[in-house]
């Protein structure tokens, strides 16, 4: 009877040691298929194939990561045009810059000294229309919304510039050496005005179109524009958030 039950005693403590030892080796196994997959799941191709495998082994996964998609895209869509800074902009043509090139417009026959002031508006923002499916990731493990905006641009297509102010418009014929003074001479003919002015238009545009460009150059007011532009989506997508989301937002540059 003794021997019998240190036998029996003896193979519970080998099927308690072999259970062990099974655990142990399960564990391992785990640790390193993680280690694995994750790094695997780096190369672009085996990363694609990891992440089709875990749509068809997950697919309530894969639709709830879909239909978050199409909402968040349709929110972001939904904005249109996202305008995040207006400028007044302000310029001044002197007519005595530019001596030779009129001169030549006006055939050598009257001399000009002008000044003139100009002023442009210009809105910059994102086209959020731009926003594609492919912009928008959901990680549903990690319970995370990465977008990828379009860059700040300038909205306005067309730039207007507007004459706002004259000064001392002052003509001189070259062939009666005489000065005519102010909008209502009658010796100044007035296509050579409209020519004048036509001249000077075309400069202004220029100088405020290349001003404006310039304007979004400027590193402090991008960064003043992507930060408005960042806290706006945060605050459209604060549902999600809500939910328990993060929110990552990067730009297209």
């Given amino acids: 009877m003794y021997f019998v039950v240190r ?26 298929f993680t280690v694995i997959f994750y790094y695997l799941g780096k190369v672009p191709v085996i990363g694609n194939v990891i992440s089709l495998l875990s749509k068809l082994l997950n697919p309530f996964k894969h639709r709830v990561e879909v239909n978050i998609i199409g909402s968040v895209l349709y929110d972001i869509q939904q904005i249109g045009f996202l305008r995040l800074a207006t400028v007044l902009m302000e310029d001044v043509v002197k007519t005595s810059d530019y001596e030779y090139e009129l001169d030549s417009i006006l055939d050598g026959k009257y001399t000009v000294d002008g000044i003139y002031i100009y002023r442009s508006k210009a809105s910059y923002g994102i086209d959020l229309f731009k926003v594609e499916q492919n912009d928008v990731i959901i990680d549903e493990s990690q319970k995370k919304i990465t977008i990828h905006l379009p860059p700040i641009e300038l909205l306005d297509s067309n730039i207007n510039v507007e004459r706002s102010e004259t000064f001392n418009e002052n003509f001189k014929s070259k062939i009666l050496g005489t000065f005519e003074v102010g909008a209502i001479d009658k ?20 100088k405020l179109t290349e001003n404006i460009k310039y304007y979004i150059m400027s590193e402090d007011k991008y960064s003043e524009m992507k930060t408005l532009a960042e806290r706006y989506i945060r605050n459209l997508l604060s549902p999600y958030t809500e939910k328990g989301y993060t929110v990552e937002i990067s730009f297209k540059e």
């Fill in 7 to 32: 036998k029996f005693q003896g193979g519970g403590r080998n099927l308690m040691k072999n259970l062990w030892n099974f655990l142990l080796l399960l564990i391992v196994l785990v640790v390193l």
């Fill in 187 to 206: 010796w100044v003919p007035l296509d050579i005005k409209e020519k004048v002015k036509s001249f000077c238009d075309e400069k202004a545009r220029e």
